[in-house]
């Protein structure tokens, strides 16, 4: 299959790897010439998991012209707030049929459009479009370490065409008719890895992040089915799978982000240090708008949007937190 793979950081440069060593031909689009030299030259990208070599069927280009012609799928791998730019970019050179996978993580600023809403805006065909979303880090994924993910589509034909593109023997893929639910948990999990990040950075224990991950599962589910989503989905891979291995892996960039965050560093200087997405800081603030529209309390995700956006040191929410009115586990 002719697959094109749109950004070439972490994910889209494992994504294009796992596509390329099952035998698809793969053209992936990157930003900087120097990425493009040094995968059709070396097969390895300088700046994104530098020590892995990528397979030989995959070439890359920062032409979308080129990388989309003939494409028979698109999988779309850039930040989640250039959903937009990136659906418009390749609207010339797709057909309205061209079966797209998106495995960006987050909500559009302004609208609190999930990514495939996004697409489905621009481009027409919601059927058509997916989202692929799990515990996946690019790290492991790209060496070959046993992962599984949901494709998750309103097209049932889509998703089963995705589920085997994307299935390989280490890689398990399951298919889901939520890509709702699927997107919310693939936001809402990025800003619990922060709180959880921030809850280690601050001395407190492993009961502290469980706490943080199970109430924020009860938080991101309220939300999903506010939103129309299905609440099992949150316990699927694309919730607590996911939920899971950005709390506690140690290459999480949430969860990092956070840690540091305890220790005072701000986000812009964060910023400057990583050339790496954190969309947690986004979607902290992206998933507010979308839980206003909805009438949906999201306590924990609101304290992360205080600290990272408002300044807010993060021992002040501590108490504000745990003195919450008392209630029912469920409600
Ligand atoms: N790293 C991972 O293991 C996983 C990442 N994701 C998601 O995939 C998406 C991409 O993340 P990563 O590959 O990790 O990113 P990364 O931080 O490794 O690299 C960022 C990439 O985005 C590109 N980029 C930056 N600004 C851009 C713009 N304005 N237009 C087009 N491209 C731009 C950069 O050139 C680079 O290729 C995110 O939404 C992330 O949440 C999902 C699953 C796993
Ligand atoms: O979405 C991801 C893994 O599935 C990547 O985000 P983190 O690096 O914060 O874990």
Redesign the pocket.
Known sequence: MKVSVI??????T?IAHLLGSAGNRVMLW???PEVCEGINEGHRNPR?LVDSPISENVRASTSHAEVLEGAEAVVI????N?MR??AVAIQPFITPETPIAI????VEEGTGLLPAEVFAEVLGGIERIAAM?GP????EVIKRVPSGTVVASQGAETARVFQELFAAEWFRTYVSDDIIGAEICAAFK?VVAIAVGASYGMGFGDNTAALLMTRGSAEMSRLVEACGGQAMTCMGLAGMGDMIVTCMSE?SRNRTFGHRLAQGTTLDEYRAET???V?GAYACRTLHTLATKHGVDLPIADKVRSIVWDDVPPADVVSELLGRSLKPEFY
Request: charged share 20%; hydrophobic share 25%.
């Open positions: 950004g070439a950081g972490s994910w889209g494992a990157a930003r900087k994104y791998v850039t930040p989640s250039t730019e990136t495995c960006s993580k987050g979303t996946n880090h690019a790290e990025n290459h050339h790496m997405v969309e």
